[in-house]
């Protein structure tokens, strides 16, 4: 893997003004924008499964067909949103922890993500290359691979490495973009496709 560009707070903004201004992941995050706006809400099935649906097709979280409504009704009656609000990791473990079916960590971390962008980042294969990435090469923080799927310890590394690499005026949000786009590389060594 070649050397990564140390991050610094014009790369950071590079990536993401370019994740804000690439057509398709435009219009995805535009519409997700107005599908939260319109159902901020986490009580109704029906609503939560809409978000589901689109945030599961946007995302590519593969979540099972066959898993969609109870997913949606398990969400429904977690009792996530207080907690969301609060900006709690127990909302990620509630969502994702969800009897007879798949882990769906990922799902669960974006979900709160669009919910409270400033105060939950975003975990998928791209951000955990990346991150990986700069351990391996700046040893930015001490940590084991495996703590990437431990949210709490997922939001400490996220924090460690925005500190490290003095990037503290970016949200969760915004270092997300940088890290989806940087993992991506690191992983495809390719053009982008659209999130």
Not at 89 to 113: D, H, L, Q
Request: contains cysteine.
């Amino acid at each position: 893997m070649p050397m990564l560009r140390k991050p610094d707070v014009d790369l950071v903004q590079e990536e993401c003004d370019a994740f804000d201004e690439e057509p398709s992941t435009k219009l995805g995050e535009e519409a997700l924008a107005k599908l939260l706006a319109a159902f901020p809400h986490n009580t109704e099935v029906s609503q939560v499964l809409l978000k589901v649906i689109v945030l599961d097709q946007r995302y590519s979280t593969r979540i099972r067909y066959m898993d969609i409504d109870n997913f949606a009704r398990h969400i429904a009656t977690s009792g996530i949103d207080e907690l969301i609000t609060q900006g709690s990791p127990n909302a990620v473990e509630r969502i994702w922890n969800c009897e007879g079916m798949r882990n769906y960590y990922s799902f669960a971390t974006k979900f709160c993500s669009w919910h409270n962008p400033t105060t939950y980042p975003i975990y998928d294969h791209y951000v955990d290359a990346c991150l990986w990435a700069y351990k391996k090469q700046d040893s930015f923080f001490d940590f084991q691979h495996q703590d990437l799927y431990d949210y709490e310890k997922l939001v400490k590394i996220v924090s460690d490495f925005r500190d490290h690499y003095g990037l503290n005026q970016f949200t969760f949000r915004e270092i997300d973009k940088f890290l989806w786009r940087t993992g991506y590389e690191c992983l495809m060594s390719s053009p982008l496709p659209a999130r």
